[in-house]
């Protein structure tokens, strides 16, 4: 199973981009890569998903290089509201989904 | 209908209760999930549906007894627990589990055992 690793916790202030990189040396073949972001008291809830190149969505980008070793989660123009979790995983199913760390992600006005 | 519902919201039970957590989607997923949480860790894998069969035990402890009526509806019946099975239990659901499909979660069930 590949194992991710991410920052642990990251500043921003509203109004800026924040990206967070996700790292994944062992990732397979068969693998996705997927992003989920977790409120306080609630479940995660899916953010995007990708297995190659550039992914974009309303609300993210992801890109992943062509090694796909690491992986890069793009939020536009942060605000208060997105201070919260985000979990990178990487499996090829979901029998195998497997939440690393995550990191914890702090807007200020 | 993207939801995925779970009943009670908290719940607190003693050692030698027997109580059970629901969990409900009508999203037509053929993949359901339960996921233990404790406070600020990430959510860990405890079991997976697939197609109303039990396909996956993370090593749960049998005091954790999973069940799937049907291809809606996912209960997790709880004995004889602990105090470190204090947590948030999470129910999740998706397309399947052949691919890394988007999974829905559920709000979760805080479960407190006293």
């Known amino acids: 199973l590949a194992k991710t690793t991410q920052p642990i916790s990251m500043d921003s202030y509203e109004g800026q981009e924040v990206n967070i990189t996700c790292s994944h040396n062992?990732?397979?073949?068969?693998?996705?890569i997927t992003w989920y972001q977790q409120f306080p008291s609630q479940g995660p809830r899916f953010i995007i998903q990708?297995?190659?190149t550039k992914v974009t969505n309303e609300v993210a980008s992801l890109f992943i290089p062509a090694d796909r070793k690491s992986s890069t989660l793009s939020l536009p123009r942060v605000s208060l509201s997105d201070t919260a979790v985000y979990y990178c995983?990487?499996?090829?199913?979901?029998?195998?989904?497997?939440f690393g760390a995550g990191t914890r992600l702090t807007v200020k006005p | 209908d993207t939801e995925v519902t779970q009943t009670p919201k908290h719940l607190v039970m003693g050692m030698t209760n027997k109580k059970s957590l629901k969990c409900e989607q009508h999203?037509?997923?053929?993949?359901m999930y339960w996921y233990k949480q404790k406070a600020k860790k990430p959510p860990e894998l405890m079991f997976v549906?697939?197609?109303?069969?039990?396909?996956i035990n993370e090593s749960v402890p049998s005091r954790f007894s999973p069940e799937c009526p049907n291809s809606s509806l996912l209960n997790l019946h709880l004995h004889a627990l602990q105090p470190e099975d204090s947590a948030l239990y999470l129910c999740?659901?998706?397309?399947?589990?052949?691919?890394?499909?988007?999974?829905?979660f559920g709000p979760g069930t805080r479960l407190t055992v006293t």
């Open positions: 999740a659901s998706s397309q399947g589990r052949e691919r890394a499909y988007e999974q829905y």
């Open positions: 062992n990732i397979a073949t068969n693998d996705y």
């Open positions: 990708g297995y190659k």
């Open positions: 995983l990487v499996a090829a199913n979901n029998n195998d989904m497997r």
């Open positions: 999203m037509g997923h053929r993949a």
């Open positions: 549906y697939s197609y109303e069969k039990l396909s």
